[in-house]
T-cell receptor
């Protein structure tokens, strides 16, 4: 049983396009993190969202936490080849506890 | 500030052998976590230390896996005896106690191959 469904699993787009990655669950999370992982490296924390409805921006990346704290999205505006990588969402039910990971979205941005 | 470090970066062992993985968390981080990613699957939780105590070991697959964190600093994860299905990438993460404790910072991982 997959507790955190992430979609799409693969995404190949042209430079300059916009994209959205979704993370959905039937469970309520106390917080949700988005990570980016490069080959041979560990996940790098991009952002943490805690409050339902919260929106955070990191340059061209916009992160949103659903009102019910069961889902989240990552939107990238005007994607660049440097955005290529594996994006992971991960939630936890109690702050400081274990993270539940989605399957990841492999993003490829072609010049 | 140094990040989470893990050693070794790669390990290739034969079935039945023993391997010990080491994790050094970010200095001052009392929370330490072990995760694993097997090929084709999502990253899965193994266990969580708060200082030297095991807070949650619900993800440990079986008693061939032993994790320790003596002194509450670095941690080791021993697999004995290793089986083929233990192959994967083992990640360690750490976070501080108190505010922002949900922010876990990951090490580069140890790629374990059991042949």
């Amino acid at each position: 049983t997959q507790l955190l469904e992430q979609s799409p699993q693969f995404l190949s787009i042209q430079e300059g396009e916009n994209l959205t990655v979704y993370c959905n669950s039937s469970s309520v999370f106390s917080s949700l993190q988005w990570y980016r992982q490069e080959p041979g490296e560990g996940p790098v924390l991009l952002v943490t969202v805690v409050t339902g409805g919260e929106v955070k921006k990191l340059k061209r990346l916009t992160f949103q936490f659903g009102d019910a704290r069961k889902d989240s999205s990552l939107h990238i505006t005007a994607a660049q080849p440097g955005d290529t990588g594996l994006y992971l969402c991960a939630g936890n039910w109690n702050q400081g506890g274990k993270l539940i990971f989605g399957q990841g979205t492999e993003l490829s941005v072609k010049p | 500030e140094a990040g989470v470090t893990q050693f070794p970066s790669h390990s290739v062992i034969e079935k039945g052998q023993t391997v010990t993985l080491r994790c050094d968390p970010i200095s001052g981080h009392d929370n330490l976590y072990w995760y694993r990613r097997v090929m084709g699957k999502e990253i899965k939780f193994l266990l969580h230390f708060v200082k030297e105590s095991k807070q949650d070991e619900s993800g440990m697959p079986n008693n061939r896996f032993l994790a320790e964190r003596t002194g509450g600093t670095y941690s080791t994860l021993k697999v004995q005896p290793a089986e083929l299905e233990d192959s994967g990438v083992y990640f360690c993460a750490s976070s501080q106690l108190g505010p922002r404790r949900e922010e876990q910072y990951f090490g580069p991982g140890t790629r374990l191959t059991v042949t």
